[in-house]
Every structure is written in structure tokens, then in C-alpha cells.
């Protein structure tokens, strides 16, 4: 029984990630050239793993949250923050901190 559980538990894991080219289908993905492919795949598989590894933490009671791929998974996590505008406050004009003007 116990190793029914752990085979289930591990069949679930696998069905919620997804692999390179199920990636690039479900969500569209086209790039200009290899070069462009060969990098993006780097970066999704670097994804990959940091999801996985932080799911196995969600098992051991070690985090209260899993993570999936999802339509970012070939981007850096510099390119998701440009995308939200973020800067650091080093980099925003009047860098004193909140309320100065």
C-alpha cells in the first residue's frame, strides 16, 4: 500500500510538469532561430528543475506552495521582472526611498 501511495504521489508530479516541446505547444512558443531555441530551452530547463526541487520542499511540509510551468518558464528571471516594471530603488530616480519626491 505504501508503495502505491509513493508511486501515485510521484505520477502526479510528473503529470504537472510538462516537457520542452509540450512547453513550446501549449503555449505557442516560437523562436527566430536555433540559437534563440538552444538558449530558451537552457533557461526553461534551469526553470524546470528550480520547480521541481521546490515541489519536493511542498512534500517535506518545507514550503506551503507548489509551482507549475507556465508561459514564462523560458525567461530569466531578469526578463520577468523588466516585464513588471520592476526596478531597484538604486535604479529609480529619486532613489531616497518612499514619500521623497
Not at 27 to 40: I, M
Not at 57 to 64: A, F, L, N, S
Request: glycine share 8%.
Amino acid at each position: 500500500m505504501k508503495a502505491l501511495i509513493i508511486f501515485l504521489c510521484g505520477m502526479t508530479l510528473a503529470a504537472a510538469t510538462l516537457t520542452w516541446d509540450e512547453f513550446k505547444t501549449e503555449f505557442g512558443k516560437q523562436y527566430k532561430d536555433t540559437e534563440e531555441v538552444n538558449q530558451r530551452r537552457r533557461i526553461f530547463e534551469d526553470n524546470l528543475k528550480y520547480i521541481e526541487d521546490h515541489n519536493n520542499k511542498y512534500e517535506r511540509g518545507e514550503v506551503t506552495f507548489t509551482m507549475k510551468i507556465n508561459k514564462f518558464s523560458d525567461m530569466t528571471p531578469e526578463e520577468m521582472r523588466s516585464m513588471r516594471g520592476y526596478r531597484r530603488p538604486s535604479e529609480a530616480q529619486g532613489a531616497g526611498g518612499p514619500g521623497e519626491l
